[in-house]
Nanobody, 122 residues
């Protein structure tokens, strides 16, 4: 089972990036899929998650700027990030959770991608 995140990069404040996370090895259509981020010296932080039904839950820091979506046929989850701020700079990780409800707790997620760096310059 593997999650492969991509789409990170360097962008100026106010810009946009779209992250993708492709899953392989099994079907995740019934899983909750989430995005987390982490900066050095800090704990991994919940950003957003989406249930198999399409229901979503956003951290306050992501509301109104980030949009999560999923394509179950492609076993892929996306994170569209707009109006990026320097404080959004982090390594972004996708994760999969077999629970049918959304949880913001990293240990609840069984599978993790390798992370993709997002850097927002001021």
């Amino acid at each position: 089972v593997q999650l492969q995140a991509s789409g990170g990069g360097l962008v100026q404040a106010g810009g946009s990036l779209r992250l993708s996370c492709a899953a392989s090895g099994r079907t995740f259509s019934s899983y909750t899929l989430g995005w987390f981020r982490q900066v050095p010296g800090k704990e991994r932080e919940f950003v957003v998650a989406i249930k198999w039904s399409g229901s979503t839950y956003y951290a306050d820091s992501a509301k109104g700027r980030f949009t999560i979506s999923r394509d179950n046929a492609k076993n892929t989850v996306y994170l569209q990030m707009n109006s990026l701020k320097p404080e959004d700079t982090a390594v972004y990780y996708c994760a999969a959770n077999p629970r049918t409800y959304i949880t913001t707790n990293p240990p609840d997620y069984y599978y993790w991608g390798q992370g993709t760096q997002v850097t927002v310059s001021s």
